[in-house]
């Protein structure tokens, strides 16, 4: 098992820098689209009574101490006053490390208008880094000693959207209140581009178009852009596709309040460990919105 857990760490370190799994959580998750609160919390005064999702996502499926991660995002809104108060939860797993954070926030709207809005959110909270490194080979002074960092981070993000129509929205959603050179671990600064549409192609059918583009400090941006065709706004199947080669399935269905959505992400051109570790990659998404699900 230990033989099996160091493969894979040492391994992950190699690639690292091509595969961006560093900082999982931040860089790779297929369903921005069904999930746009998730990565920019002003989008949240979309939901003017509310909404709460939760996403999982399972990378390099069958290998022990593979990439695994959580996402919970909830936000109760004031749709008098255009109003929204939420919380952003995640957890991140590879191999002997750990990543959580957690942030509050408040997005206030502003109608520019009959139906366009100018959203603004801004927040706080905390981030915490714990590697286990002494776990992979406890004489070996490389991984001697585990790390344990915590530090302060703000959000801030704003958007443009139209009801039922579009969005579009800039977020920089972890931004570090700590620089110091002598830590062992640094925490980057996290930034999204985000924007989606709904194209009615005749009453049954409609298109959903959507981009993310997110930015680590240090890394080049990582650009994903997905099209899914939903009949009678209840069920979507659709692709994405992103910049480093990777493609994805996606399925959605929306029933009342409840939203569900599937993607299956792979990389047909994809050699890395190819006899060792699987590219298959696996996402469930969970959403409900007060007042019903919308494609948007």
Known sequence: ?????????????????????????????????Q?????????????????????????????????????????????RSHLSIGLDVKHAAMGVTKESEMTAYLAKAVRISEDEYLSLSMGGGLIYFQGNFNQLDASDPTFRDNISETDGVL???????????????????????VKEQNRDYEFR????????????????????????????????PRY????????????????????QGDLSALMHLYFGNFGVGYSYQFNAGSTTLNQRISTNTHEIGLRYRLGGMGLL
């Open 189 to 220: 600064n996290l930034y999204y581009i985000t924007g989606g549409a709904v194209f009615e192609l005749d009453r049954d059918f409609h298109l959903r178009p959507s981009v993310l583009i997110t930015h680590l400090d240090n890394l080049d």
């Open 1 to 33: 098992m230990k033989t099996t857990i160091t493969y894979f760490f040492l391994a992950a370190i190699v690639f690292l820098p091509l595969s961006t799994v560093y900082a999982q959580h931040g860089v790779s998750y297929n369903q921005f689209g």
């Open 155 to 177: 959000s801030i993000s704003t958007s443009y959207y139209k009801k039922d129509r579009y969005y579009f929205g800039v977020s920089m959603p972890r931004f570090s209140l």
């Open 35 to 79: 999930l746009r609160n998730s990565f920019n919390s002003s989008f949240s005064t979309m939901d003017e009574r509310g909404s709460f999702s939760l996403l999982g996502r399972s990378q390099w499926v069958g290998v022990e101490g593979s990439p695994r991660s959580m996402w919970f995002t909830g936000n109760i809104g004031f749709e």
């Open 224 to 243: 994903d852009v997905s099209l899914l065709l939903f009949l009678k706004k209840q069920f979507g199947l659709g692709m994405g596709v992103q910049n």
